[in-house]
């Protein structure tokens, strides 16, 4: 479980910034992914300890003739046990940091879908300029079109 720590996930790191482009999306996907391989192997180390401890836990709860057999079996069913309580609690501390991720990734896709609806909106404002601009346009032809036949007919000049 220690293992794993940071050694490992700190010097694949390194590798992936360095052939990458540099860019704060680019280095929030590298940090995700990771963070997602780091999860990952934890998950499976605890897994793995898990099955391991619980068949070695299985194998020492034979019964033995001899009491001093029994007591060293017990000591090792002891040992055992307390290793897949800790690879539980692992798994745990484990399913609640993924747990917060998702309530923190889950606002940064809220933030996405604001900017994606605010890029639509964007285009729609732009849409209606345009669109008013062009009524505007011929309310002008219109309006000259009209006052030519105004000032050409017979009615005003009679007047």
Known sequence: ????GGGGLGGTGVGLSAKL?????VA???AAAQK????MQRADTDINT????????????????A???NSQEAFQME???????QAADSLLKLVSELKQTAVFSDFASLTEHVEQRVQLFEQQCDETDQLLATVGEQAAASLKELESHYYSSVHRTSE
């Open 1 to 4: 479980m220690n293992k794993l």
């Open 21 to 25: 482009p540099s860019g704060p999306t």
């Open 28 to 30: 929030a996907a590298a």
């Open 36 to 39: 997602q391989k780091g999860l």
């Open 50 to 65: 898990i099955l391991d401890n619980f068949s070695l836990l299985i194998k020492a709860a034979r019964i033995s003739d």
């Open 67 to 69: 009491p001093f057999r």
């Open 79 to 85: 040992i055992h046990a307390s290793r897949v309580v």
